[in-house]
Nanobody
Framework: QLVESGGGLVQAGGSLRLSCAAS???????MGWFRQAPGKEREFVGS????????HYADSVKGRFTMSRDNAKNTVYLQMNSLKPEDTAVYSCAARRSVVITTDPENYDYWGQGTQVTVSS
């Protein structure tokens, strides 16, 4: 089970940190963050390898968002800085039973319910 937290309302230019807590042992799983805005397709945000040594981000968030993980706490984080109104979406974390990171949501095995992020202009 994956549970996201940390979403909320923030002004443009602000920051939020999302957390994704796993009930199981996910230290050997690649993890990803995705988002979906109303009326839009689900969009890849970022992914991180089990060790945290390999990361990949969507071009739209590169340089502004940072993923990290604390395997001792079974938690993955998404630090979001310089937020823009177009970042408004429901953000969901996902776990993949593999060490290989990927941008394809079809390759993830477990999903959280999501947390709303709203950025006002």
């Amino acid at each position: 089970q994956l549970v996201e937290s940390g979403g909320g309302l923030v002004q443009a230019g602000g920051s939020l940190r999302l957390s994704c807590a796993a009930s199981g042992r996910t230290f050997s799983y690649a993890m990803g963050w995705f988002r979906q805005a109303p009326g839009k397709e689900r969009e890849f945000v970022g992914s991180i390898s089990p060790s945290g040594g390999s990361k990949h981000y969507a071009d739209s968030v590169k340089g502004r968002f940072t993923m990290s993980r604390d395997n001792a706490k079974n938690t993955v984080y998404l630090q979001m800085n310089s937020l823009k109104p177009e970042d408004t979406a429901v953000y969901s974390c996902a776990a993949r039973r593999s060490v290989v990171i990927t941008t394809d949501p079809e390759n993830y095995d477990y999903w959280g319910q999501g947390t709303q992020v709203t950025v006002s202009s």
